[in-house]
DNA sequence: CATGGGTCCTGAGTGC
DNA sequence: TGCACTCAGGACCCAT
């Protein structure tokens, strides 16, 4: 699922390839995914200049000359950079045309993503909480954790107070801080807190490294698999034996999401 | 305000 | 082989 390191690698590679585009036509067969709906979003975008790429928590941002769109590629959403003739691509609801023939295709084959313009919007992008890389900071982090008692993973995966954490990465740092998914946000001292905000930010670097994790759905926007799957601590290793001690990993649920740990390692 | 459950949607996985 | 069924999963919405 694209996270922080895959979205932020996506802006990246659309970063180089479609600022300075001018949109001429947007096609979709699922108008259900442009909001508030195709007319309103085609009116906002068409015969505008795609300006900068930039990103909040998972979102991407567009900015044009005038305005806004931002992508949320939620579950199984992926963002291809194509020219008109090239073959089709699975799963490809929306489509934007660019003057010369450059497209950018909205793949999503379980329909959750959208895209959407700054009336559709609202206010949410102001609601996320602070980004891990930027303006995240230790004291920041530990004040978050002891205003709740939810498990500390639940607390990683919410948007609202830390942005852009989803559940592979929010599996591996918590094994990389030797911490059980499901203790208390408020129980971690000060110190762990301090090991857990600094794991975040490594297996965050390490995601970018490799380019995201392609384990499911993610790709990048020529298509090309990410390579961290290959680097996963716990997340999806069921039954693998731990890197550090060699015990089998763990999966429970938590909040209705797969949950992986090592119970030797994080007690 | 904090919390938890339901919901969307479809391919993959399971059982027969 | 193929059918019917269940499940995963991010974030929003709603009830408590």
Redesign the pocket.
């Known amino acids: ?1 694209p ?1 922080l390191p895959e979205v932020e690698t996506i802006r990246r590679q659309l970063e180089k390839e479609i600022v300075g585009e001018t949109i001429v036509a947007v096609w979709s067969d699922r108008p ?1 995914m442009l909001r508030p709906s195709a007319e309103r979003f085609l009116k906002g975008v068409k015969g505008r200049k795609v300006r900068e790429v930039s990103r909040r ?2 979102l991407l941002i567009f900015e044009l000359d005038e305005g806004y769109f931002v992508c ?1 590629l ?3 959403g992926r963002l291809f950079v194509r020219q008109k003739d090239d073959e089709a691509d699975d ?1 490809a609801h929306v489509i934007l045309k660019f003057k010369g023939g450059q497209e950018l295709r909205f793949s999503e ?4 993503g959208y895209l959407a313009d700054q009336e559709a919007l609202g206010g ?1 992008l102001s ?1 996320y909480g602070p980004e891990p890389l930027d303006d995240l900071t230790a004291d920041k982090f530990y004040s978050i954790l002891r ?4 498990p500390v993973k ?2 990683l ?1 919410d ?2 107070k830390i942005a852009g954490i ?3 990465y929010a599996n591996d740092a918590l094994f990389l801080a030797k911490i059980h998914p499901q203790t208390p946000a408020d129980k971690l001292t000060r110190g762990r807190s301090d090991i857990l905000f600094t794991a975040i930010e490594q297996v965050f670097k390490e995601g970018l490294k490799y380019g995201g994790a392609s384990d499911q759905w993610y790709l990048q926007v020529h298509g090309e698999e990410g390579s961290y799957q290959d680097y996963f601590k716990v997340y ?1 290793r069921t039954g693998q034996r731990c890197d550090v001690c060699g015990t089998e990993i763990e999966r429970v ?1 938590l ?4 949950t992986f740990f090592c119970p030797e390692c994080q007690k």
């Open positions: 699922m996270e259900k928590a998972k949320h939620r579950l199984s799963y084959m379980r329909l959750f949410i609601k205003k709740t008692s939810r639940i607390v995966m948007q609202h989803g559940n592979i999806g649920a909040g209705g999401r797969g």
